[in-house]
């Protein structure tokens, strides 16, 4: 992961939105700029409590786009890749995106973060002022799939996919009596919502929710209120610093019920967090397939590309679907043709009805932006890796 920190660090150093030159600095860019290239913007958490994910959004885009440019590019152009700092703040996440929407040779966006983030974007109009599509989003806020927006592309299911697939494994064993640890704002909203509605599905009721406040990890309160309404299950969605210290802190407090988070978290963050002690048996769900096994043709290809443009860098869920979302991106900028617009780029991903990425399938039309609504469960396993649920921790050692 160092080459992955020292790039990202060179990379935020440059994020200043200033004027044309920051932009010339910005991924993918370090040579000179060629006579020929298309730009996509991507605001993305590389400071702040979302750092080590934004790291990995960037880089699993990066990986496929330096493929591609490496081939020759699309119909000639070569790919740069903008990135913008948001720190995981809602206000700058719309600062940066006008700044990048401001630049004509700017596209698409790509990879952005955070239910609350988005929603403000849609909220301030700034997506449709700016008329580019955002493809591949790291949120699965409900709010930002219905009602039907034009703009927003989605690679991953939503959170109420995620929570509905948690509930119905809780329930098929016998686990009724659960808990909710959200972040209280959009996204932690959305998450509890969905826990919600997928119990009351089976005539239950949630026995305690607790928040904690967005950008820390104040868990406390989170912590002892929980832990007295003496649970089966309980269901976090969080992102990774608050997290791993509800983990930690729930588990030395003598809490024994059995832990799930969103799939918006790093598991190896986690562990060094928590310690494996308290992560080991921590359930998360995925919304894209199992990177760690090349089975698939796309995992292969991803884990081929991630030892070559980071040899450094181990396979992670979170690179995986971005490095997705940039195949998604690749193939629309293709169809858009050799001078491709924002328009033509929303009209190209809309034909993408259903389209192999190597073994998974997506689909948009001009009334869909829900590319899939897939979802599994992975767990911690002793060793600090995850493996899928049914399979043993001796699996991925």
């Not at 590019?73 to 940066?96: E, L, M």
């Not at 003496?230 to 990774?240: E, F, L, R, T």
């Amino acid at each position: 992961m160092n080459t992955v920190k020292s790039w990202v660090g060179r990379v935020s150093a440059t994020l200043r939105w200033g004027g044309p030159m920051a932009l010339a600095l910005a991924v993918g860019a370090a040579a000179p700029a060629r006579a020929a290239e298309v730009v996509v913007g991507q605001v993305a958490p590389l400071s702040g409590v979302l750092a080590s994910t934004g790291a990995q959004m960037v880089l699993g885009g990066k990986i496929y786009f330096d493929w591609v440019n490496a081939q020759g590019g699309v119909h000639g152009a070569s790919i740069r890749q903008a990135v913008a700092d948001d720190g995981y703040k809602v206000a700058d996440t719309v600062t940066r995106t006008r700044e990048l929407l401001a630049k004509p040779e700017v596209v698409a966006l790509y990879g952005f973060a955070g239910t609350a983030n988005i929603t403000q974007l849609l909220a301030d109009g700034v997506l449709e002022q700016g008329g580019a599509a955002l493809v591949a989003p790291y949120t699965g806020g409900e709010s930002l799939r219905n009602p039907f927006n034009p703009w927003i592309f989605h690679v991953r299911a939503g959170y109420a996919d995620e929570t509905e697939h948690m509930v119905q494994q809780l329930t098929t064993l016998g686990m009724n009596r659960v808990a909710v640890m959200y972040q209280d704002d959009g996204f932690g909203k959305a998450g509890l919502a969905g826990v919600e509605a997928a119990l009351a599905k089976r005539g239950l009721k949630l026995v305690v929710s607790a928040g904690y406040e967005r950008n820390t990890d104040k868990v406390d309160d989170a912590v002892k209120a929980i832990k007295a309404a003496d649970v089966h299950a309980v269901i976090m969605i969080a992102v990774n610093k608050p997290a791993a210290a509800f983990i930690q802190r729930y588990r030395e407090q003598g809490g024994g019920a059995q832990l799930y988070n969103i799939s918006v978290v790093d598991p190896t963050e986690l562990v060094k967090l928590a310690g494996l002690k308290n992560a080991h048996g921590l359930g998360i769900s995925q919304v894209v397939p199992y990177p760690y096994r090349p089975q698939l043709p796309v995992v292969r290809e991803y884990q081929t590309l991630l030892k070559k443009y980071a040899p450094d860098a181990e396979v992670n869920y979170t690179s995986f679907e971005q490095f997705l979302g940039a195949k998604v991106l690749v193939e629309a900028l293709r169809r858009a043709g050799p001078a491709p617009t924002r328009a033509k780029v929303v009209k190209a991903l809309e034909s993408l009805q259903s389209y192999d990425l190597g073994g998974i399938t997506l689909g948009y039309s001009p009334t869909n932006r829900i590319g899939s609504r897939y979802v599994e469960v992975t767990v911690i396993g002793s060793n600090g890796r995850l493996c899928l649920l049914y399979t043993s921790d001796a699996a991925d050692e």
